[in-house]
Every structure is written in structure tokens, then in C-alpha cells.
């Protein structure tokens, strides 16, 4: 089935520094989200974002948080300066309908 | 705000036993929420499990199924005889069909003993 690929499986990151977590959504779709998974606790809501733009994202989703896709290429997501309370399991997904939404397998964040 | 909250695991079941995970939701800020259950084997992505838009609906696959319930705001999932290949994560989510955000419940990890 449709797949999408998140890129690395695991990043390790100094508190501080920039990190930018990649995603290939399906393609075609149009919608584009992230969400966020600290370790033991339930799957959150970050964000979404459609035809360019962010159009819902939750209280998790930090100032120093970002997203784009740049020419329709990968959909990213970009924090900027980590902490240390960054470091979860970090899920892409994407949809082109309203009923169906295929996650990658994730990102797994570790800001030391 | 918008919650789901279904068994707590781990749920440890044999071979050719039945299962039931309870899901109970609450939707305070989508009027008619789409009520999903996702899956997680291991070392795999999460993926769709099965999907219910409409109240009253029942959903299967692979031998599951839940019933969409918006008297008792459930979504409990019940498989007759579960095998070992069913072992996985298993998460009930609701969704706006809108905006496409899906609130996920904690998780529920089930073991399947041969």
C-alpha cells in the first residue's frame, strides 16, 4: 500500500542545535502532518499543513518549531534551538482525502 | 477538549481466544467525528486498521470489527478468535473530516500466546 518514508529512523542532536526531520509523503497527497510521541505517553497532534500552509497546529507545537515543503519535495519539520524535551518519537503522515491518513514509521529524536 | 481513551495493556489473550479492547471517546470540538482503530506490528509503521464515518456503522477487517456508537460515545474492538500474527499495538483515534487531525488514543499492546 501507500507508504510513507521518514528520513533517518533515528537522529541524535546537540540541546541547542538545529535539526530538520524529513518526510516523503504519498504521492499526490495533499495534506501534510506531524506528529509527536514522547516516550510512554500517547501520540500528539502537532501540526497540519495544506497547499503551503500550516493550517491547524496544537499548543505543542513550539516557536521553535517550523514546517514547509519546499517545491513539493520533502515535507519537513524543523526545530530551532532544541531541548532537551524535544526528544520523542516524531510521526509524518499524509492524507489526500478526509478519511484515510498513512503515518510513516517515524523519527526518534534524541536531543542529548 | 477532544479525548479517547481505551484499555489499558497490556492484554495478554491465547491463541483462538476472543478479544475485546474498549475505546470510549469524547468529541466536544467535532460535531460528527470519523472513528478509527490503527495497529502497530512490530518493527512496522502504524497503519489503518479499519474506519467508521457514520454513527451506527459497524467496521471490519481481518476478523475485527467495531461498531460506531454515539449513545454510549464507544468504539470497542472485538475479534471472535485472535491468532498470534494479531500480536501488535493497537490505538483507537477520532477524527475531523474536515481538517484531517486525528486524536490517537495511549495504545493498547496485545499478546497473542500460541
Known amino acids: 500500500g501507500p507508504k510513507v518514508l521518514q528520513i533517518p529512523s533515528h537522529q541524535i542532536i546537540d540541546m541547542g542545535q538545529m535539526v530538520t526531520l524529513n518526510c516523503d509523503p504519498v504521492?499526490?497527497?495533499?495534506?501534510f502532518y506531524w506528529y509527536k510521541q514522547i516516550l510512554g505517553q500517547q501520540m500528539e497532534f502537532l501540526v497540519n499543513?495544506?497547499?503551503?500552509?500550516?493550517?491547524?497546529k496544537s499548543k505543542l507545537f513550539k516557536d521553535q518549531f517550523s514546517v514547509e515543503r519546499p517545491d513539493g519535495s520533502y515535507f519537513t519539520l524543523k526545530i530551532q534551538p532544541t531541548a532537551l524535551e524535544d526528544s520523542a518519537v516524531y510521526f509524518c503522515?499524509?492524507?489526500?482525502?478526509?478519511?484515510?491518513?498513512?503515518f510513516g514509521k517515524g523519527t526518534r529524536l534524541t536531543v542529548v | 477538549g477532544d479525548s479517547v481513551t481505551q484499555t489499558e495493556g497490556p492484554v495478554t489473550v491465547s491463541e483462538s481466544e476472543s478479544l475485546i479492547i474498549n475505546c470510549t471517546y469524547s468529541?466536544?470540538?467535532?460535531?460528527?467525528?470519523?472513528l478509527f482503530w490503527y495497529v502497530r506490528y512490530p518493527g512496522e509503521g502504524l497503519q489503518l486498521l479499519l474506519k467508521?464515518?457514520?454513527?451506527?456503522q459497524k467496521g471490519s477487517s481481518r476478523g475485527f470489527e467495531a461498531t460506531y456508537n454515539k449513545e454510549t460515545t464507544s468504539f470497542h474492538l472485538q475479534k471472535a478468535s485472535v491468532q498470534e500474527s494479531d500480536s501488535a499495538v493497537y490505538y483507537c483515534?477520532?477524527?475531523?473530516?474536515?481538517?484531517?487531525?486525528?486524536?490517537f488514543g495511549t495504545g493498547t499492546r496485545l499478546q497473542v500466546l500460541p
Open positions: 503522515a499524509s492524507s489526500g482525502d478526509n478519511t484515510e491518513v498513512f
Open positions: 504521492s499526490n497527497h495533499l495534506y
Open positions: 499543513f495544506y497547499n503551503g500552509k500550516v493550517m491547524e
Open positions: 468529541a466536544t470540538s467535532i460535531a460528527y467525528p470519523n
Open positions: 467508521v464515518i457514520t454513527a451506527g
Open positions: 483515534a477520532l477524527g475531523a473530516s474536515n481538517t484531517n487531525k486525528v486524536v
